[in-house]
């Protein structure tokens, strides 16, 4: 895909991608990220990655298939207003704003592991929400038994999506029981500010013992469904990228291994690592897949 301008990021200043002027008018701003939040018990204590790392080193093909494209094309995503659909076997269906779909939920900072499934990995400070919680605002019905997620769709201001690389809306989705997890995190800031854009603004998924496609951004639709939802990029390649996607060095991707992988910033000297179960979140969740066959599963 083509683009008229190239943008460096050296050449956009970070405050610019933090915040945009009408969230800081409106108070948004505050609403969105609390520089004061404590750090989680669920963090890591490994040392995060600089904040030009996180937001300038992306994928996000809305904005173009390169890991810089995001930085340089995200930035005139209009966020505000942001209207949540909500719908499917649920309590309160609706159509939120997204100041009311969030109010009184309880934010925090957890410092997370991210492993992408292109063998790379990052350490995260984010700030935002149990998705549990929103959940049990929203009032699951019993007969829910996913969550299915949908990004945004609006290819005037996302280049991306004038091309069919891939099948748009991005969709994704998570077992009732993983969305409940208390790992399972809706984000709305990372490093004290509001989401750059470039990371998902306003409000992503963060699923730290997953691999990173499962972290949907800029998500406009939740639903409760029955069924097993559809995710994107196995809908593109299902011998690659299963719908679980739990972070497994013993399983291989088709084209590569997930033994090691390569931590962002860490330098050449700092070699590869080994990657854990679970992205090392095994003792929080390897119980969700008791009796699972993960290797069929993946
Ligand atoms: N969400 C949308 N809407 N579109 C995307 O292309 N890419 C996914 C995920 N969420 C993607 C997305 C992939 S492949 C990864 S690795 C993570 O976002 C990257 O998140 P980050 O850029 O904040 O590190």
């Known amino acids: 895909m083509t683009f008229k301008t190239k943008l460096r990021w050296s050449d956009v200043t970070p405050q610019a991608l933090f915040l945009n002027r009408r969230q800081i008018m409106s108070g948004g701003a505050a609403l969105l990220a609390s520089p004061a939040l404590g750090k989680s018990p669920y963090s890591t204590d490994d040392a995060p990655n600089t904040f030009e790392e996180i937001a300038g080193y992306n994928n996000y093909y809305e904005f173009g298939t390169a890991k810089e494209d995001p930085a340089a094309y995200a930035g005139t995503l209009t966020t505000h207003p942001w209207t949540v659909q909500v719908d499917g076997l649920v309590d309160k269906p609706g159509t939120y704003d997204l100041g009311d779909l969030i109010s009184g939920m309880t934010m925090e900072e957890r410092i997370y592991r991210f492993r992408c499934v292109e063998a790379w990995s990052m350490i995260i400070p984010w700030q935002g929400f149990q998705l549990s919680s929103l959940l049990n605002k929203l009032g699951v019905q019993a007969g829910a038994k996913y969550v299915a997620f949908e990004t945004l769709v609006r290819p005037e201001e996302m280049p991306g999506q004038q091309n069919n690389i891939l099948d748009w809306p991005y969709v994704e989705g998570l077992r009732l029981d993983e969305a409940m997890h208390p790992l399972t995190l809706i984000a709305t800031g990372l490093y004290g500010q509001p989401l750059p854009n470039q990371n998902g603004a306003p409000i992503r998924l963060v699923v730290p013992w997953k691999y990173g496609f499962k972290n949907i ?39 590569w291994s997930q033994a090691s992988e390569r931590r962002i910033g860490a330098g050449i000297l700092a070699g590869r690592q080994d990657t854990l179960m679970f992205n090392g979140y095994g003792d929080d969740v390897a119980s969700l897949y008791a009796g699972m066959d993960l290797a069929a599963n993946y």
Do not use: C
């Open 217 to 255: 951004k800029a998500i406009v639709r939740i639903s409760l469904t029955d069924t097993q939802p559809a995710s994107t990029w196995n809908k593109m390649a299902p011998q690659e990228y299963g719908f679980y996607a739990n972070v497994n060095p013993q399983v291989d991707h088709p084209r």
